[in-house]
């Protein structure tokens, strides 16, 4: 009876052991399904513009008019983990410049939300990457940045009007958007758009029309 029992025993601890060994190979493979590669076979592919990041990038970028102003340019590096179902999270800056200029570098790679995941031996896995943001003033934003440039070094703002509307907290600019730029100062500007017009008026005329994004009066 008691080898009997004996045997009861191991038979059990041997299933107990099978059954811990099979939960322990299924941690170890969750585990390095959750493990981030900074290496890979294959890098992660965008799938917009047919994997040409810096040609998305350059038709979602809107410039800091701050950065305009003070006629900042560079890039702008940003840290990004791609899971392997290809989605993008963990988004910061690594690199930065401004202030203005790293907002705008996260908000316009958050919307890179679309990837072909990295592999490694032939599996989809999360990869961890960089992606540099340029930041650089096209010649309509040059001439921009000379005329507002006055107005921000006496500390005075000046109103803007977007294809004839005046528009409160204009931030950003789309610097492949811009059709023509004109100053407007003194009596003639206050006579025209009012008291707001005080420190001078910037008439930017798109190419497209305003953007729904702009704050009207």
């Not at 099978?18 to 290496?39: M, P, R, W």
């Amino acid at each position: 009876m008691k080898r009997i029992l004996s045997i009861v025993s191991i038979v059990s601890i041997s299933l107990l052991f099978g059954l811990f060994s099979t939960n322990l190979s299924a941690t170890k493979v969750e585990q390095a399904s959750q493990k981030i590669y900074d290496k890979v076979d294959k890098l992660p592919v965008f799938n917009k513009k047919r994997g040409n990041i810096q040609k998305y990038l350059s038709t979602q970028i809107k410039y800091p008019v701050d950065a305009l102003a003070t006629e900042t340019e560079g890039k702008v590096i940003v840290s990004v983990i791609i899971n392997e179902k290809g989605q993008l999270s963990d988004v910061k800056v690594e690199k930065g410049l401004s202030e203005s200029l790293d907002k705008e570098a996260l908000r316009v790679v958050n919307t890179m939300q679309d990837w072909k995941a990295g592999e490694v031996d032939g599996n989809k896995v999360s990869t961890k990457m960089s992606i540099p943001v340029q930041f650089y003033l096209n010649d309509e934003n040059k001439k921009l940045a000379q005329q507002i440039k006055p107005f921000y070094a006496n500390g005075k703002t000046p109103l803007f009007v977007l294809d004839n509307k005046k528009v409160l907290g204009l931030k950003t600019i789309e610097y492949y958007n811009v059709k023509s730029i004109r100053v407007m100062k003194g009596k003639k500007a206050v006579e025209l758009f009012g008291e707001d017009a005080k420190n001078g008026v910037v008439i930017v005329e798109s190419k497209r029309g305003t953007p729904r994004t702009y704050q009207r009066y």
